[in-house]
């Protein structure tokens, strides 16, 4: 990854739209060498985001430097916005984050997937009705996305991971801190089977509040479709169903006892148009899907390259080989190998962990 393509991202005032902008008016070549070029390099960011960065440019590339080599540190993958590797998902929508920041299977962000979201404190119905929707999501072939908080999103999670699915959590802080706390080990088993971390914030950033509303804009834009399942009409599972709808996804709604404050949500989006659901079979059918697995699932491969298929005759799915030993195996120069090993990755056969070690999946 250039770090002055990342640095250009830490320049208060260029945000989604404006970098979106000059990657495609100057293309990733000339917003590098500009770096060069400081005093073009501000001009440029003064006609953009009318005014002069608050610190000297090479501030913002050592920045860059500095999350780029912590990344490298914690196995977390970095994609910029136009990259061929974006999630095509995001590609479109209004305000698309610039940098996406991923720890887990690069491959989980393209599947087919639902949003489920809702309360931090739901009911027992609540908890319920999102583990068993989620579980027949999973187990219909959709990966199952939600924000990793307490209550709901928690269920869902769990759902999608016992049916032995895929499961995306999209988080208002770095990708290598837990919150909550208390989901860290939830967490990492959504990476160990194949699902993934995902946030627009640098490695190490904590949560604030601020962060979960743009948070949300994500949950929606990576899925179909968005199924809210409790929450009060002013909450961030609202948040997330008008983000859906405004980017022209899909939006479902679980009916409540009306007597519940958490019923307050779906039912408010019940009379503006959302679609009631009452079982997964409702949803599935929407999009034309069989429920519960009627019809058995092939999963269909890329096909692999020559050289492809000689790095993944070098690992095991039993033993993690360090990038090292690998490009010594193969005799070849690490910086040579990664793209190979980014290619497996991408087609699902490979997974990096932490410190520059890889395993076989398949």
């Known amino acids: 990854m250039d770090p002055h393509l990342l640095a250009w991202t830490l320049i208060p005032g260029i945000g989604a739209r404006r970098f979106r902008a000059l990657m495609e008016s100057l293309g990733p070549g000339e917003m590098a060498d500009l770096w060069a070029r400081p ?4 001009e440029t960011v003064q006609q953009m985001a009318h005014q002069v960065p608050p610190d000297p440019p090479g501030q913002y590339l050592r920045e860059a430097e500095t999350i780029l080599k912590r990344c490298r540190e914690e196995g977390i993958h970095l994609l910029i916005w136009g990259q061929e590797i974006y999630p095509p998902a995001l590609q479109g929508i209004a305000d698309p984050p610039p940098v996406l920041y991923v720890r887990g299977n690069l491959q989980s962000l393209s599947t087919r997937s639902i949003a489920v979201v809702g309360t931090r404190k739901p009911s027992g119905y609540g908890r319920t009705q999102a583990r068993r929707f989620a579980r027949a999501f999973a187990e219909a072939g959709l990966g ?3 924000g990793g908080a307490r209550g709901i999103d928690t269920e869902a999670h769990l759902g999608a991971l016992e049916a032995g699915g895929l499961t995306l959590a999209v988080l208002g802080s770095g990708v290598n801190v837990a919150y909550p706390r208390t989901n860290r080990k939830l967490f990492q088993r959504i990476v160990d ?5 995902v946030s627009e914030f640098p490695p190490d950033t904590t949560p604030i509040p601020e962060h979960f509303p743009r948070r949300n804009r994500l949950i929606s834009g990576l899925s179909v479709g968005v199924l809210v399942i409790e929450g009060r009409e002013k909450s961030g599972a609202l948040n ?3 983000w859906a709808a405004d980017q022209g996804r899909d939006v479902w709604a679980l009916p ?5 404050v958490t019923s307050e949500g779906p039912h408010f989006l019940l009379r503006n148009g959302a679609r009631a659901v ?3 079979e409702d949803l599935l059918t929407d999009l034309t899907l069989p429920f519960l697995g009627e019809t058995e699932r092939v999963q269909v491969l890329p096909p692999l390259t020559a050289e492809e298929e000689r790095v993944l005759r070098l690992l095991t799915a039993d033993e993690p080989c360090h990038l090292d030993a690998l490009a010594e195996a193969h005799q070849a120069d690490p910086f040579t190998l990664l793209p190979l090993l980014l290619s497996l990755e991408l087609k699902g056969r490979v997974r990096q962990l932490p410190g520059k070690y890889f395993i076989r999946i398949l």
């Open 39 to 42: 005093g073009e390099l501000i």
């Open 278 to 280: 009452h079982a997964p």
């Open 240 to 242: 997330t169903a008008f």
């Open 144 to 146: 199952v996305i939600s």
């Open 256 to 260: 409540g006892p009306v007597t519940s």
């Open 193 to 197: 089977q194949q699902g993934a971390l």
